[in-house]
């Protein structure tokens, strides 16, 4: 796929004037977004995502529209996932609701920096060393197991939110106990203190960190193109911050996405593993040769998804019916 610097340029500045629009004139104000403001902006963002891949179709063809839709599918799975996450730190840090939007903002900010420096070093590593398939589709499979023992043994809300950078924060800086409005430090008595708001945007950061580490390894799974790579990325994180108050109920409710997640996961991690097979032609050497096509992968993405939702929402029917009976 050929994309000129003129297309990169205006790429760039498109979505990230689109971004920026949306965290820093719409999200400026704190306050929480109704339902009918989230539902348009999210309307907007999965309606430009899909014009987006129709344009690539027709530009570069299906096979990279493909690659698109399927890295972008995986990403936005992967960002709601993000979402659980950031439901636990706000609760635990008890953030005031008008002020979570702000917070969410930071969140989103700092995951497009971290994603654009992995999107970066991992198109290096895959251009210079074959051997990084190998590397990429052992971390995920690996991902995918801890993601079901996750499932299986859930971790304690507080372990979730109390990471090493929560707690090394907390040891090496004086804070207050009480919100400041969206301030992250104040002077107390001549003394510099950060607020609860400080350690929220360090919770959020280190998180995004953790999942920038599984989610751009998945989607080099699905697509070598430095370009659509990063264009999945962004996609997914539109709409996002409106997709925390839209859903978060419905979040509970999504009781088999991480098991769904770690088959999709799984199944990137082993086609990443045959695609370095394949480029080492050590498939032929052993008498096969495979080299999963993204038709297949976007297919496998997309009914992974269907049925994880549909479970989902099956069983949590039955939860309320039992409970309310």
Not at 24 to 40: A, D, K, Q
Not at 62 to 72: L, Q
Not at 199 to 221: N, Q, R
Not at 227 to 234: D, E, M, P, W
Request: aromatic share 16%; glycine share 6%; hydrophobic share 55%.
């Amino acid at each position: 796929m050929h994309v000129t610097l003129t297309a990169w340029l205006i790429t760039l500045g498109v979505t990230v004037a689109i971004l920026a629009f949306d965290l820093f004139i719409i999200g400026r104000r704190p306050h929480e977004p109704s339902m009918r403001e989230c539902s348009i902006a999210i309307s907007i963002y999965v309606a430009l995502a899909v014009v987006f891949g129709l344009g690539v179709w027709a530009v570069s063809g299906p096979r990279y529209a493909g690659e698109f839709f399927a890295g972008w599918l995986t990403e936005y799975s992967l960002s709601i996932d993000n979402l659980f996450i950031f439901v636990i730190i706000m609760s635990n840090l008890r953030v005031p609701r008008k002020y979570q939007q702000y917070a969410l903002m930071f969140g989103i900010v700092l995951a497009l920096v971290f994603r654009a420096i992995f999107i970066a070093l991992g198109a290096a590593a895959i251009e210079r060393f074959s051997w990084i398939f190998f590397l990429f589709g052992g971390f995920l499979i690996w991902t995918a197991w801890k993601l079901f023992m996750d499932y299986l043994h859930p971790e304690d809300d507080d372990e979730k939110t109390e990471n090493f950078a929560m707690r090394w924060v907390k040891r090496s800086f004086p804070s207050t106990e009480e919100y400041h409005g969206t301030r992250l430090t104040i002077v107390e008595q001549g003394k510099r203190l950060i607020t609860p708001m400080f350690f929220v945007i360090v919770a959020l950061g280190s998180t995004d960190l953790l999942f920038a580490l599984d989610s751009i390894p998945a989607i080099y799974g699905l697509t070598q193109e430095p370009f659509l790579v990063f264009t999945a990325n962004v996609f997914a994180l539109m709409g996002l911050r409106q997709l925390y108050f839209l859903i978060g109920g419905l979040l509970q409710r999504l009781v088999y996405l991480s098991v769904g997640l770690s088959f999709i996961l799984a199944f990137i991690g082993v086609k990443l593993v045959l695609h370095a097979l394949h480029e080492y032609h050590l498939d032929e050497s052993w008498g096969f040769s495979v080299d999963i096509p993204i038709w297949l992968s976007l297919t496998v993405i997309i009914a992974t998804l269907a049925v994880t939702t549909v479970a989902s929402l099956i069983k949590s029917r039955r939860e309320d019916a039992k409970y309310s009976g």
